[in-house]
Structure formats: C-alpha cells, structure tokens
C-alpha cells in the first residue's frame, strides 16, 4: 500500500471512529457539537438539519397557544383585586385577611414553577400543560362554589400552583420551535401577552363583579376560559420538548401525543416498526433543578438584574392604584381603565423589542462570520451576550428616568394625563427590558428553558413581593417623590451588574459547555465500555452453552 493510500485509510478510519462516538453521545450534545460545526467556513451535513420541522402557520399557532395559556398567570391574579372589599363582607372576615389568600397566591407563584419546569424539561411539555391547566380549572370551579374563607386560601394555592406554571411552560414552548435568530419576535409577543393580561385584568374583573353573579363571575369566568383551553391543548397540541421529540422529526408517544397524533398516526403504529424503536434515553425529573440553574454566575447576574426592574415595576404598580383612589377621587373600575395605556405600552414595546433583538442578533452573526445567523445554536464562540444586552442600557435609563418623574408627578399633583402617559412609557421600556432577559435566559439554558424560565419566575417573584408589600408605608413615611427616588436607583442597580455580563458571561457560558461536553463524554466512554463487558460476557456464555 501506497503512503497516500495509508493516509486515506487512516483519515478515513479516524473518521469512521469520529462518527461512532458522536452516535453514542447523547441527543443534548451531540446538537451541541453541530452547533460548534457551524463556525467553520464548511458546514457539515448535520448541521443543516432544520432546527424544527414544524411549518411557519404550524409555529405560529403553537406560540400562540403557548402565549394564551400563560395569559391565565396574570389574568387570575389581578382580576380578583377589584373583588376583595366584597369578598371580605360576604366571607365575613377583614380585608386583612383577603390580603393573606393574595399572599400565598404569589408565593406558590414563585415557587410552583421550579417543580413544573423540571417535569416539561424531562417529561415533555404537553403533560405538564395538561396537569397545569387541569388543576387551574377545577380550582376555579371550586372557588367559584366555595362560601369559606378556608376554602378560599385553600383554593386560591391551588389555582396558582396551576396557572403560574404556564408563564414557564409557554417560555419553554417558544424555545423549542424557535431558533435563537427569530426568538426575540416569538418571546416579544409571548412577553406582550402576559402583560396586558395583566394590565386588564383589574377593569375585566371590576367589570365581571357588576354582573349578577357577583365576585364569583371572576372565578366562572376563568373555569370556563380555562376548560376551553384545555380542551384544545388536550386534542391539537402537539409535544415540542426537544428531549422527547428532537426537533420535531421524532414520533411522540403515549401522553405526550395529541388526540390528532393518535388517529392520524394509528396506522403507522400498527406498520411502522421504526416509529415503536423510537425511544430516548430520559434522565429523572428534579424539582430542585432550578436552584442549581441559579448557582451559575451569568445566570445569577441576569436573575439578579430583571427582578430588581421586576421590583420597580411593582411598586409602580402598586403605588399608582393607591395614588390614583387618593389623589384623583376614582373609583375602583376607573383606576382599572387607567391601565390600559399601559397594556398598549406592553403591547407596542414587546413587538418592537423583540424584533429589534432579532434583528440585532444577525447583526452580529454578520459581523463575526456566522452568516445570517440561522445556524447559531449553542455556539459558546458567536458573542450572545453582546448581541442580546446591546439595546438593553438604553431602555433601563429610560426606565428609570420615567419612575423618578413618575413619582414626583403625584406630589405635584398635575393633570391625570400626565400619569397614564408616564404609564405608557413605562410599559413599553419594562416589557422590553423583560423581553430583553428572558430570551438571553433561553439563549443560555436551550436544553432546559423551562427551568430556568422557573428559576426567573423565583427570583423576580419573591423580590417583587418584598417591594409590593412595603411600598404604601415608605410613600406615607417619606411622600410619593423620595418613595421613587430610592425606586429609581434600585433599578439603577441593574446595570453594573449588567456589564459583568457583558464582560465575563462568555467566558463563564464557555467554561459551563466545556464541563457539560466533558462529562458527557466521559459518559459515552463508559457506556460504551459497559456495552463491551456486556457483548463479550454474552459470547463467553454463548460460546459454554455450545460446548454443552
């Protein structure tokens, strides 16, 4: 043999092993190295698989599902506000004592989605939905009947436990059919949705308690929203978790199959032997998994920066509803009515955000050799953090500008114009800060976004509680315009730490692929030494059986 024959068939078996210890490793990195692919001036073949079969119309209603199971979050907590006087003298308990079932409502808000995330992470999104949405339902049916007080607190745990997972589960949802150069557009409006749900929720439900049924046409009302729903999800939905169905390309299974999948694919059960083989290896659920997805440093750094913004935006909430029944005179409906400027903010600033994150992102593909930036998955080389922070300073200056002035517009006391303008910006400028981070926080954690979608929910929940529930005793302390100063620089706060991110979160997202990629390997290695014991052990014992 020749030397350049020797050279070929060395090259080509060192290929050959390349391609069988790729086949061993798991589904997580063996995307993860095409994405490393995607950096060299060759594209290899399997890096051109789309990153989801699923068509453009097919996507779009699946975000659109995901966005309208998330709006129930925000829509049951703030729609029984306006209720909670009558509530009170019907129950025949202080208001005190509504304001507890409001608080453990946002503690299982914080809390309930660090062990759903863990479960669509590992199990599949479409399980977790239908749990979710089924306890949200008959928590509501039993709020809308109860007469207690204990079954309102009782009830009221449950249907958070079921609606606040959604807000992670639809985060997660986007993650797996969007790639991260369209993703800002997808989370923009899945972000524009969960706020103004928020935003009309309080006139929605002033609304509802004029009707006959009272506060309990609330309660109705999100019973029957929620069972149509479930409905939907439990016949069209399909399963988008990227651990059980890859990019879309795998036939699920068993509950994580839609009615539709089910007939549609019955006969390619029965004459399809592939699509029975089609079983991933699945690592358990942990329910803790987002604490540890909280420990790394980047990530913790941007947790850290959104619920500080998440803290302000409560006690603005907070601060106008009271300000604007002292000040302007009005009544509950009508203090409802003054947020839809700011649900029109949320709206317009989600949408413009999100498409400015996408286009930001090719920007710097473009720049760093990545193309149009379609191909960019898990890459720890293309420059995320630069691409995702590069438009967020100028809307957290315009944040807190706009509270600072807020504020001080109460003690002056000026026309009510004022206010629900300084409303719209703020709702445009937060939502797309919040737009901003949460797709940087899927951009960091693909594999399990719903996690740390939960991880986020966590943080920014038990902040904004603290805010929420201090705020009205430093305004009678110190006045509106010092409340909001100190709130201003709170939010202030965020961008030192911000630029840590910027500067070091590369190196540290680096630093995590390298230690995952090493472990998995290692992994690999010993599984498929474990399979060689195995193999020879079965031909040793062949080999006696012979004998005999």
Wanted: aromatic letters at 10%; charged letters at 15%; one cysteine or more.
């Amino acid at each position: 043999m020749s030397t350049g024959e020797q050279m070929v068939s060395t090259s080509s078996s060192a290929q050959s092993q390349a391609v069988v210890q790729k086949s061993a490793l798991p589904e997580p990195i063996r995307t993860e190295i095409k994405d490393l692919e995607t950096a060299a001036p060759v594209l290899s073949a399997a890096s051109e698989a789309p990153y989801t079969i699923f068509s453009l119309s097919r996507k779009r209603a699946i975000c659109a599902a995901a966005t309208c199971s998330a709006m129930f979050s925000p829509l049951a907590t703030n729609i029984y506000f306006p209720s909670i006087t009558t509530i009170a003298s019907d129950l025949h308990v202080s208001v005190e004592m509504i304001n507890i079932t409001v608080t453990t409502y946002m503690i299982l808000q914080g809390i309930a989605p660090t062990f759903w995330g863990s479960f669509a992470d590992v199990l599949g999104r479409r399980p977790v939905y239908l749990a979710t949405i089924t306890l949200f339902v008959l928590a509501n049916l039993g709020l809308a009947l109860q007469d207690s007080y204990a079954g309102l607190l009782v009830l009221r745990m449950c249907q958070s436990a079921g609606s606040s997972a959604t807000v992670a589960l639809g985060a997660g949802t986007i993650a797996d059919v969007a790639a991260p150069a369209e993703r800002g557009s997808y989370i923009g409006l899945f972000s524009g949705g969960v706020m103004v749900a928020q935003a009309i929720a309080p006139t929605f439900g002033g609304a509802l308690s004029e009707t006959s049924y009272g506060w309990r046409a609330s309660f109705w009302f999100l019973f029957a929203a929620g069972a149509a729903l479930l409905s939907i999800l439990f016949v069209w939905m399909p399963e988008t978790g990227r651990n059980i169905v890859g990019n879309g390309s795998i036939p699920p299974r068993g509950i994580n199959m839609s009615l539709l999948d089910m007939l549609s694919r019955r006969r390619k059960l029965e004459f399809d032997p592939e699509f029975a083989a089609a079983k991933k290896r699945r690592k358990a659920a942990n329910p803790l998994r987002c604490l540890a997805i909280i420990s790394q440093k980047d990530v913790c750094i941007v947790l850290v920066a959104n619920g500080l913004i998440y803290t302000g935006f409560y006690c603005i909430t907070v601060g106008f509803s009271s300000q604007m029944a002292t000040v302007y005179n009005l009544t509950t409906l009508k203090i409802g009515l003054c947020f839809l400027p700011y649900g029109a903010g949320c709206t317009i600033g989600s949408i413009v955000i999100g498409r400015l994150l996408d286009y930001e992102f090719r920007k710097f593909a473009r720049k760093s050799g990545f193309g149009d930036g379609r191909n960019v998955r898990q890459n720890p080389d293309f420059p995320l953090e630069r691409a995702r922070l590069s438009t967020v300073w100028y809307l957290v200056v315009l944040t807190a500008a706009d509270t600072l002035v807020f504020g001080w517009t109460f003690r002056a006391t000026v026309s009510i114009a004022v206010p629900l303008v300084l409303l719209f910006i703020n709702g445009f400028t937060i939502t797309g800060f919040f737009t901003i981070q949460q797709v940087l926080l899927v951009d960091l954690y693909p594999q399990e976004s719903a996690s740390v979608i939960a991880a986020n929910n966590l943080v920014r929940c038990l902040l904004g509680a603290a805010g929420s529930a201090i705020v009205d005793y430093v305004i009678r302390a110190i006045g509106m315009g010092w409340t909001y100063t100190i709130v201003t620089a709170i939010m202030l706060l965020s961008i030192p730490l911000l630029i840590v991110e910027l500067l070091c979160g590369q190196k540290w997202r680096k630093a995590r692929f390298d230690k995952l990629h090493n472990t998995s390997m290692k992994e690999a290695e010993q599984a498929k030494t474990d399979d060689g014991k195995n193999s020879d052990g079965a031909e040793v014992e062949k080999s006696r059986q012979d004998d005999n």
